[in-house]
């Protein structure tokens, strides 16, 4: 069974991150935000945090443009529209369908590709958005769902997801979680 850990950045040093990251034995670092800027940390924009990463012996890998939770895709909004720039993380997430990017030829590459890189690394993979709260992130609602949702699984590849908590404590996904159908309307 392949193992993937999950994580999010927040608001804390590049140093407590690494540190989190040592703790649980992740050698790659795959980050999946859309945006991968930060003005609040800048030390967790992408060619900074690369740089950081690489210099301590692990490996960064950008999959946001196919992984990401703010596709630039139309298609996969309620709206079919993609939201302006500046949009409040919670607005945004009400006008994507997670269930329509899980659809995408493009997203099925990126899940794909993630896959061969937890194969091929030893050691963990861990990817990696902006949210602290794996539950209010898109690493759930849309990456590990795809991966672990029995109506919506993108994946016949057994795989384990663990997040990795702020404290350095982990939760392990449960399957079960999402063993929940959605109701059709029968009008």
């Not at 609602?141 to 993108?154: E, G, K």
């Not at 449960?174 to 959605?182: A, H, L, N």
């Amino acid at each position: 069974m392949l193992t993937l850990y999950t994580i999010g950045h927040s608001n804390q040093s590049a140093e407590e991150f690494l540190a989190l990251l040592q703790q649980h034995g992740v050698m790659v670092l795959v980050d999946v935000r859309s945006h991968p800027v930060s003005k609040y940390v800048p030390h967790f924009n992408k060619d900074a945090l690369q740089t950081f990463i690489e210099a301590h012996g692990l490996s960064y890998r950008y999959a946001g443009q196919y992984l990401g939770g703010q596709p630039d895709d139309p298609s996969v909004y309620k709206t079919e529209t993609v939201p302006e720039a500046g949009t409040s993380r919670e607005k945004f997430l009400k006008k994507v369908d997670y269930e329509a990017v899980m659809q995408q030829d493009w997203y099925h590459k990126g899940i794909q590709r993630l896959l061969e890189i937890v194969a091929e690394t030893e050691g963990g993979v861990a990817i990696m958005c902006s949210e602290a709260a794996p539950h209010d992130c898109h690493r759930y609602h849309l990456i590990t769902r795809s991966l672990l949702d029995p109506y919506v699984r993108v994946t016949e590849e057994a795989i384990q997801v663990i997040h990795i908590l702020r404290d350095g404590s982990r939760e392990v996904v449960d399957p079960s979680e999402f063993d929940k159908p959605t109701q059709l309307s029968l009008f």
